[in-house]
T-cell receptor, first 112, second 113 residues
Framework: SQQGEEDPQALSIQEGENATMNCSYKTSINNLQWYRQNSGRGLVHLILIRSNEREKHSGRLRVTLDTSKKSSSLLITASRAADTASYFCATDESTNAGKSTFGDGTTLTVKP | DTGVSQDPRHKITKRGQNVTFRCDPISEHNRLYWYRQTLGQGPEFLTYFQNEAQLEKSRLLSDRFSAERPKGSFSTLEIQRTEQGDSAMYLC???????????FGPGTRLTVL
C-alpha cells in the first residue's frame, strides 16, 4: 500500500487564491519530497524537506513537516493557471535508503 | 529539462511481445530508479541501482521484468511476454546518493493491445 496519502484528492480554486494540500504517512522517514506532474508528463521536483526541518520555502511554495503527526503540507500562494497539475508527496523511509513511496496525489485546478 | 532522458516516449505493442526501454540519467548521478505509474495513481517503485548494482526489487517486478545498468550509466528495463496489465507509464529517475532529490525523466508510455 502507498505510504503517503494526499488530501484532498481534488482542489479547484480561482487564480490568485492560495492552495493547500496535505500529505500523511505511516512510518518514520528521513525526508519528504513534493513533486508536480502536468497531465501525461514526467514529475518535476519541487521541494525536499528533511525530518529535522519543520518548514521550507521556495518562491511561492511553502512546505511544512510535522513528524509527530506524520504529516506535511504544501501551500501555493497567489496561484496561477499554470499551477494546474497533480501534486504528489513522496517519502524516503529511515530504514530504506532507496526507494521513494508516493501517494496518489492531489489534482489542482486553477481557474483563470 | 531535468536532464534524465528516456527512450522511446511511446510504445505500442501486442500482447506477448517483448519490449525494452532505456533511461539515461544525469551523468554524475550514481543512483537510478524505475517506477511505474497508472492513470490516476502515484508512481510505484519497481527497482533501483547504485552504480551498476541492483539493490532492491519490488514485489511488483515479476519474473517477466528485468532491469540492468551494465556500466553504471544508462539503464534498460525489459518486459517479456507483455500483458495488457503492463500498460502504464514507466518512469526513470536519478539522484546523487541516497536521501536526495530524485530527478525524473519524461517517461515511456506503454500500451499493450
Amino acid at each position: 500500500s502507498q505510504q503517503g496519502e494526499e488530501d484532498p484528492q481534488a482542489l479547484s480554486i480561482q487564480e490568485g487564491e492560495n492552495a493547500t494540500m496535505n500529505c500523511s504517512y505511516k512510518t518514520s522517514i528521513n525526508n519528504l519530497q513534493w513533486y508536480r506532474q502536468n497531465s501525461g508528463r514526467g514529475l518535476v521536483h519541487l521541494i525536499l524537506i528533511r525530518s529535522n526541518e519543520r518548514e521550507k520555502h521556495s518562491g511561492r511554495l511553502r512546505v511544512t513537516l510535522d513528524t509527530s503527526k506524520k504529516s506535511s503540507s504544501l501551500l501555493i500562494t497567489a496561484s496561477r493557471a499554470a499551477d494546474t497539475a497533480s501534486y504528489f508527496c513522496a517519502t524516503d523511509e529511515s530504514t530504506n535508503a532507496g526507494k521513494s513511496t508516493f501517494g496518489d496525489g492531489t489534482t489542482l485546478t486553477v481557474k483563470p | 529539462d531535468t536532464g534524465v532522458s528516456q527512450d522511446p516516449r511511446h510504445k505500442i505493442t501486442k500482447r506477448g511481445q517483448n519490449v525494452t526501454f532505456r533511461c539515461d540519467p544525469i551523468s554524475e548521478h550514481n543512483r537510478l530508479y524505475w517506477y511505474r505509474q497508472t492513470l490516476g495513481q502515484g508512481p510505484e517503485f519497481l527497482t533501483y541501482f547504485q552504480n551498476e548494482a541492483q539493490l532492491e526489487k519490488s514485489r511488483l517486478l515479476s519474473d517477466r521484468f528485468s532491469a540492468e545498468r551494465p556500466k553504471g550509466s544508462f539503464s534498460t528495463l525489459e518486459i517479456q511476454r507483455t500483458e495488457q496489465g503492463d500498460s502504464a507509464m514507466y518512469l526513470c529517475a536519478s539522484s546523487l546518493g541516497s536521501f536526495n532529490e530524485q530527478f525524473f525523466g519524461p517517461g515511456t508510455r506503454l500500451t499493450v493491445l
